[in-house]
């Protein structure tokens, strides 16, 4: 239906006239309210605003509600002018809906963040060397920090590449770590994301639109600029060109409209100023990589690939695939063509894996990880798969290559009946799953409409790997907005805040 959307606050079916409901509603009392389990990023137990949001919490305090109304309006029209929508599966399959967007600002000191920044530079280090190992040498299989059996059987191990080394032997250069805060308000890893990491243009999209819609909450802040991304993207893109290009083609390449990250790779390449191609407007001859154009055939030699490995070359994966170019790998592992991130990447992002990052970066960096992660319990373990199936109704259970919060069980909130069906899937072949206990995500305020509640929240910095490695100073922060939720994945219906790293550390 052309023009009309799902209201990310109540779900109806809305255009952009009807989008918010009218000024002139009941005056309420905007009350800012701690959450009562787990850390409050902005608020301490008495409801008191922490030092770094007082500021902030200040000047929306200040705002009546009908003001406050009348800017959410303004910003609801914007991202439908705009065109930032994501596409929600599941009950309501292929809904598009406006991308949620929070305008309480979550923030990050820079003592804090120098801290993050850290750990994140020595955990993608690590990643990349890990991945450069398992295509090379093997020593850390050999060495048994991570079991032959199960680092070879991972889904997105691509056998095919065994001995192929990328450009600079960087395979990641395009990271996004997903982060929470435990119950004391440490940073932990939740996920590391290596493959085709999404969400990084609504980071810079939240940014433009807060500083319009808001822009005096910004007055007593020095906040670090995001705007620089796409720069710093194509630089790392440029970096990664096979040798002797000196002026390297580089192009995005799209699975096509209907791919629910569409707008992010159409922002991404206007952005940067690169043409956005689909499979079909390439060509390989002679190993050489060209896209079709009205001057003729015009070289590529980088392309930073949206398309999953699967689709990605018919020829050498998925034959059926419409998405991909038939002969890029070859193209590729010729040394013709830069592919980012590297094919086979995602076996580092592989959630078996995860449970031997501590051992990875001991193991390559000989250091102890900067970063802590989640305690978890792996399926392919008989006594660990025991534990698991004893404790279902305890714990997170994910499937190892899952994404988007599908086919997980969070136990504490499930019914029996989902326990039981769980249950089934999980007895049929649990090394398929891990597990994990149920951290208490961090809370923040989230305006819901009428009222500034808390919701739970987690964030996805970005991490560039080019001449060096470069962390975008923020991040994705993904929303739960529903009451109670858990489930902060845009493909759920999620939503996001502007992440604001300080400058400088604010004096309270």
């Not at 303004?74 to 949620?100: C, D, M």
Request: contains cysteine.
């Amino acid at each position: 239906m052309a023009g009309r959307f799902l209201n990310p606050i109540c779900g109806t079916d809305v255009g952009i006239a009807d989008i918010c409901p009218p000024v002139g509603l009941p005056v309420m009392t905007l009350a800012w309210k701690a959450a009562e389990k787990g850390y409050d990023e902005a608020l301490v137990e008495n409801d008191a605003a922490r030092g770094l949001y007082r500021s902030a919490i200040d000047t929306l305090g200040g705002l009546d509600d009908d003001e406050v109304r009348r800017r959410e309006r303004l910003q609801q029209v914007s991202l439908v002018n705009q065109g930032i929508t994501f596409t929600v599966y599941g009950g309501e399959e292929g809904a598009e809906r406006i991308f949620p967007f929070d305008f309480v600002p979550r923030i990050i000191g820079s003592d804090e963040w120098a801290s993050l920044e850290a750990g994140l530079i020595q955990r993608v280090t690590a990643l990349n060397l890990f991945l450069e190992d398992v295509y090379g040498d093997q020593r850390c299989l050999r060495a048994g920090v991570v079991p032959f059996d199960l680092a070879l059987s991972r889904s997105d191990f691509r056998r095919e590449l065994v001995g192929t080394r990328p450009r600079h032997g960087i395979f990641t250069h395009i990271a996004g770590i997903d982060l929470l805060r435990d119950e004391q308000g440490g940073f932990l890893v939740l996920e590391d994301n290596c493959r085709c990491p999404s969400g990084v243009s609504y980071v810079l999209e939240n940014r433009n639109l807060l500083s319009r819609v808001f822009p005096e909450i910004f007055a007593k802040y020095g906040v670090r600029p995001v705007d620089l991304y796409p720069q710093m993207l194509l630089d790392v893109l440029k970096f990664a060109a096979p040798r002797g290009r000196e002026r390297p083609s580089v192009a995005v390449l799209t699975p096509g409209l209907s791919n629910s990250a569409y707008f992010e790779h159409s922002f991404l390449a206007r952005e940067m100023g690169v043409p956005l191609v689909e499979g079909r407007d390439l060509i390989v001859e002679n190993d050489q990589v060209s896209m079709r154009t009205t001057r003729g055939r015009q070289r590529v030699d980088v392309l930073y690939r949206r398309v999953d490995d699967e689709f990605i070359d018919p020829v050498v994966f998925n034959s059926t695939s419409l998405l991909g170019v038939p002969g890029l790998i070859h193209a590729w592992r010729a040394g013709n063509v830069t592919i980012a991130n590297a094919p086979g990447a995602g076996v580092a992002d592989d959630k078996s894996i995860y449970p031997y990052m501590p051992d990875i970066v001991k193991f390559f960096l000989d250091e102890d990880p900067l970063l802590g992660q989640v305690h978890t319990w792996i399926g392919r373990r008989p006594d660990e798969a025991k534990y698991i199936r004893e404790h279902l109704s305890e714990l997170v259970v994910k499937l190892t290559d899952g994404a988007g919060g599908y086919g997980m069980l969070v136990g504490p909130s499930a019914t029996r009946k989902e326990i039981a069906r769980f249950a089934e899937a999980f007895d049929a072949d649990p090394g398929a799953y891990i597990a994990q206990p149920l951290v208490e995500f961090s809370s923040h305020p989230t305006w819901m409409g009428d009222e500034f509640a808390p919701r739970r929240v987690d964030m996805r910095p970005f991490v560039l790997y080019g001449e060096s490695i470069r962390v975008l100073p923020g991040g994705l922060t993904r929303v739960a907005m529903e009451e109670g939720s858990y489930v902060v994945n845009s493909s759920q219906g999620g939503g996001s805040k502007d992440t604001w790293v300080l400058a400088e550390e604010l004096v309270p």
